[in-house]
């Protein structure tokens, strides 16, 4: 059985920081390429950041980028969002997606996590 387990997520200030994680089990998570997707109450989920297999390659949402850094341990199946400078519109339920050798999307991915909710105060 897959899981993807979301952690670190809480409430912060305007400008701090937080890093989440993903533990993925049940899969073989060196042939998963793996992202982090955000959702805020009434709106449509959406990428935040992506990783391939190696953690050679990732891509960013422009709302992120410089600000935030996906990145993996493969030994520990493990996936990671380091989140920094945050702002009250990063608030939201950020979710772990898993897609075997491509790039997860809202509609085309193998795996989701449950979530973890991220609180920005201003």
């Known amino acids: 059985q897959v899981q993807l387990v979301e952690s670190g997520g809480g409430l912060v200030q305007a400008g701090g920081s937080l890093r989440l994680s993903c533990a993925a089990s049940?899969?073989?998570?060196?042939?998963?390429?793996m992202g982090w997707f955000k959702q805020a109450p009434g709106k449509e989920r959406e990428l935040v950041a992506l990783?391939?297999?190696?953690?050679?390659?990732?891509s960013y949402a422009d709302s992120v980028k410089g600000r935030f850094t996906i990145s993996r341990d493969n030994a520990r199946n493990t996936v990671y969002l380091q989140m920094s400078t945050l702002k009250p519109e990063d608030t939201a339920v950020y979710y772990c997606?898993?897609?075997?050798?491509?790039?997860?999307?809202?509609?085309?991915?193998?795996?989701w996590g449950q979530g973890t909710q991220v609180t920005v105060s201003s």
């Open positions: 997606a898993a897609a075997r050798m491509r790039w997860p999307t809202t509609r085309g991915t193998d795996y």
């Open positions: 049940g899969l073989s998570f060196i042939s998963y390429y």
């Open positions: 990783i391939n297999w190696s953690g050679g390659s990732t």
